[in-house]
């Protein structure tokens, strides 16, 4: 027995055919195939935040009673963000700039610098948004005033209804990751089993 | 006593082998120049060891979870025995450590001995270095305070630089759609478990290179080893280990020892002085009110994202940054032979005082920071009594104008003020009244047009006072250039007289 063990491995030590050759490839193929098993599960969970697709569970933000913004003004207003996880603590505070620009017109900025996303700052004197980290500044509509941003900042798609204000958001804005919603995705508020889409009723369950 | 223990310790050597382990690494031979030059990796090495040991104690209180890691800092601060020093002693190791790194680096690379046959411990060593960095940068988010919060953002934000999977990758270091208790978790992850381990393997791949190619010789003018030749480098050195060379044990070893100790007991003195690094403001982004700034290793990054340009950013962060990381890599394949003296490499040479001084700039412009508007200047700075005194009513408007529009937010009147803009206290002498107006309308030059946001009274009573800023003995301009006339004519008086 021992001699036809040896003459399964040849001289370098590669398995030959045979009995245990066959093993090693049936062994070989187990683990792969168990790897993969146990990998798919491992990488599924480290990279699903990155394969969620967030834009889409964007949804409608309450921000309170619109005579709480007072027209040709920008005030700083806090929601809770409606995607977070169980130990988000008081990160989940957001912050936005309300600017309403006439009795039904607002427009509202995500706190966000488009340099690279620091919290900017409303001077209501000179009318601009500061940014202490790189000195990024816009005037009032949003749009660069000078700076390192490469553009302006970064709005919420945002809608009027029964006298409240609302916005669509979820996620922190970037170059890559837009502050508007394409217009596809923005799902319908529910007010009272009524559906809005831009301040308008458009259908009621 | 003694017999017993000799005898107890060769039991254990022979059921164990330990000293067949650890002997040839403790008594290999390193050269004999081997001096005072080549302590520094020791050292960086001792402090990765304190980091490990006051880790593994922080974790001991320190709740990684977004909702109570702030909390357990304060804990640690003010009730937990010693928790401040040992938060103090990690984080000033680890400033020591990314500094100490960084000198071992630049002695390697002075004296060449990155060259053949050490290519590949280079090459760890630059994986140690990114490694090191990215346990800085994580240790910073460890603290979650706004500092750790905005720091963060910023990392998504140059994420969001990055063409097609910017936003893939945003969510990936995020664990989600905003910054919360998620990201926390994953920077733990990365701090405490991947990073370290990644730090553990890579340093052991690194000792066994040093020990498998030896430590070269410090190289001196027609010395040994000046001269790195593929075909005969190798043979001679092991030849001169053999015949010169000493056990790095103790010969080399106790001069490590010396500097290490002297170090320590410089890491504890520091860190009982100056205590732990933060926490800044709670990781609250509702409030607005703060001013984040990145830890020690990374205020010269912040430096270089403000000075650019818009245009050439993108192309730093996503093309620059890797072409820079990979010279880096490549440093022993551009020079892997040659001359090891620093003074027969003078690009190398000056590649180091270059980057250095490019570093330590940076830095110090981080910690300045003048390009960051100073947020709360309009209300705290006042005007100074100088540049009110004996003017009319209207360039008395022009200076409430100038104070409530912000204006020295970014513009210093007599040093008082933001850096971002010129100094106004004598902006008379090179703007003339019309060019004043026009600047602050129109903007221009990082100054934001403020045509629309003043009125043309205002402007006006801006433009009566600012002309009037200008120091005592100096005309103002009348024209662009008028101030070189008038200087040239006062230094033609002076010469007269």
Not at chain 2, 59 to 82: F, I, K, Q, R, T
Not at chain 2, 123 to 136: P, Q, W
Not at chain 2, 384 to 399: C, D, E, K, N, Y
Not at chain 2, 435 to 450: E, K, L, S, T, Y
Request: aromatic residues 10%.
């Amino acid at each position: 027995m021992s001699d036809s063990d040896q003459t399964i491995v040849d001289s370098e030590g590669a398995p030959k055919t045979g009995r245990r050759g066959f093993m090693f490839k049936i062994g070989a193929g187990l683990v792969g195939i168990g790897g993969l098993l146990v990998a798919a599960p491992v990488l599924g969970y480290i990279f699903a935040p990155a394969f969620t697709n967030w834009e889409k569970r964007r949804s409608w933000i309450d921000l309170g009673d619109v005579k709480q913004f007072p027209v040709g003004e920008t005030v700083l207003a806090v929601y809770k963000n409606p995607i977070f996880g169980p130990t988000v603590g008081e990160a989940n505070e957001i912050p936005c700039w309300v600017r309403r620009t006439s009795d039904s017109q607002f427009q509202i900025f995500y706190i966000n610098c488009a340099h690279l996303g620091c919290p900017v700052h409303w001077f209501a004197e000179s009318r601009l948004f500061m940014c202490p980290c790189h000195g990024g500044v816009y005037y009032e509509d949003g749009s660069r005033a000078s700076g390192p941003p490469p553009r302006g900042l970064f709005e919420y798609d945002w809608q009027v209804v029964r006298n409240k204000l609302y916005v669509f958001g979820g996620e922190i804005p970037n170059l890559q990751i837009p502050g508007k919603t394409p217009k596809d995705d923005i799902t319908p508020l529910t007010v009272d089993g009524v559906e809005y889409l831009d301040g308008k009723a458009v259908k009621s369950t | 006593m003694m017999q017993t223990l000799k005898t107890a310790w060769s039991w254990i050597d022979d059921r164990t082998g330990i000293m067949k382990l650890l002997g040839p690494p403790l008594k290999h031979h390193v050269p004999r120049n081997a001096k005072w030059w080549y302590v520094f990796g020791s050292c960086t090495l001792l402090f990765f060891t304190i980091q490990i040991v006051t880790g593994i104690c922080l974790a001991l209180v320190y709740a990684p979870s977004g909702d109570s890691a702030y909390n357990s800092l304060l804990y640690l601060d003010y009730v937990v025995p010693g928790g401040w020093m040992l938060r103090a002693i990690h984080a000033w190791s680890s400033n020591a450590m990314v500094f100490m790194m960084l000198v071992h680096m630049t002695q390697v690379f002075l004296h060449g001995a990155f060259k053949f046959p050490r290519e590949m411990t280079w090459i760890f060593g630059v994986a140690l270095m990114l490694t090191t960095l990215a346990l800085a940068f994580t240790g910073q988010v460890m603290r979650w305070d706004s500092d750790a919060y905005w720091g963060v953002g910023i990392g998504a934000s140059m994420m969001g630089r990055i063409p097609f999977i910017g936003g893939w990758l945003t969510h990936l270091i995020l664990g989600g759609p905003i910054i919360g208790g998620d990201t926390l978790s994953r920077f733990f992850t990365l701090h405490v478990f991947i990073l370290p381990g990644a730090m553990l393997g890579l340093i052991g791949g690194h000792l066994m290179l040093v020990l498998r190619h030896g430590i070269s010789e410090e190289p001196r003018k027609g010395g040994p080893g000046e001269f790195v030749d593929k075909a005969t480098y190798r043979e001679a050195y092991e030849e001169r280990m053999k015949k010169k060379g000493v056990p790095f044990f103790p010969d080399a070893a106790q001069r490590d020892m010396v500097f290490c100790g002297i170090m320590l007991i410089v890491l504890v003195v520091v860190a009982a002085w100056y205590g732990p690094i933060g926490p800044s403001p709670r990781p609250d982004p509702s409030n607005i009110l703060v001013n984040p700034r990145p830890d020690f290793p990374f205020l010269w990054i912040f430096a270089i994202l403000a000075l650019l340009t818009p245009t050439i950013e993108d192309y730093l962060i996503v093309v620059a940054a890797p072409i820079v990381l990979m010279v880096l890599f490549l440093i022993p394949f551009l020079a892997g032979t040659g001359s090891r003296l620093p003074s027969a490499r003078p690009i190398a040479s000056l590649s180091v005082v270059l980057l250095i001084t490019g570093l330590l700039v940076l830095s110090w412009l981080g910690v300045t920071s003048p390009w960051s508007p100073h947020m709360s200047a309009w209300t705290s700075d006042a005007v100074p009594p100088s540049f009110v005194h004996g003017r009319t009513p209207i360039q008395l408007q022009g200076a409430i104008v100038l104070q409530h529009s912000q204006c020295r937010n970014c513009h210093s009147l007599d040093g008082l003020g933001g850096k971002r803009g010129p100094e106004l206290g004598d902006v008379a002498t090179r703007l003339s009244r019309d060019q004043i107006i026009r600047q602050v309308q129109q903007g221009d030059g990082n100054m934001p047009a403020f045509g629309k946001n003043l009125t043309a009274a205002e402007t006006d009573a801006l433009a009566a006072f600012l002309h009037t800023c200008h120091p005592p003995g100096v005309l103002p301009a009348d024209r662009p250039g008028a101030r070189l006339k008038q200087l040239r004519e006062i230094d033609k008086a002076r010469a007269n007289n």
